[in-house]
């Protein structure tokens, strides 16, 4: 167990602190609750877990966790929702300078479908 992230009762971090996978039972991720078909549904983050990271050397990274007991079921997906996404994700296919659908999530770096781009045109 690393001590450096083992803080309990939230003395050194302000919240409780757990090492990776040490977080006790009764308590979940935001991933973790949707995978169970819930939400945190407006209740505050209950702990954290701490781990460090090959990625970032400076900072550990944190995932916050939510008590399952307070969790609620995640709302059914209705007509109207299923449209709104449907338009959102056909916006986010759509390039906004040939307005052509390009099958795929156009990358927000280019901006535009690579055929419109300067270097998809060589």
């Given at each position: 167990?690393?001590?450096?992230?083992?803080?309990?009762?939230?003395?050194?971090?302000?919240?409780?602190?757990?090492?990776y996978r040490l977080a006790p039972d009764g308590l979940?991720?935001?991933?973790?609750?949707?995978?169970?078909?819930?939400?945190?549904?407006?209740?505050?983050?209950?702990?954290?877990?701490?781990?460090?990271?090959?990625?970032?050397?400076?900072?550990?990274?944190?995932?916050?966790?939510?008590?399952?007991?307070?969790?609620?079921?995640?709302?059914?997906?209705?007509?109207?929702?299923?449209?709104?996404?449907?338009?959102?994700?056909?916006?986010?296919?759509?390039?906004?300078?040939?307005?052509?659908?390009?099958?795929?999530?156009?990358?927000?770096?280019?901006?535009?479908?690579p055929a419109c781009t300067d270097w998809g045109a060589?």
């Amino acid at each position: 167990m690393s001590p450096r992230f083992y803080d309990p009762e939230g003395a050194r971090y302000g919240l409780p602190t757990f090492p990776y996978r040490l977080a006790p039972d009764g308590l979940a991720t935001r991933r973790q609750l949707r995978a169970a078909g819930l939400r945190p549904g407006g209740q505050e983050v209950a702990a954290q877990v701490m781990w460090r990271s090959r990625r970032s050397r400076t900072a550990p990274r944190v995932a916050y966790l939510y008590r399952v007991d307070r969790a609620r079921p995640v709302r059914p997906m209705t007509p109207g929702r299923a449209r709104a996404l449907a338009a959102a994700m056909r916006a986010r296919r759509t390039c906004p300078d040939c307005g052509q659908d390009a099958d795929y999530v156009i990358p927000r770096a280019l901006g535009c479908c690579p055929a419109c781009t300067d270097w998809g045109a060589a």
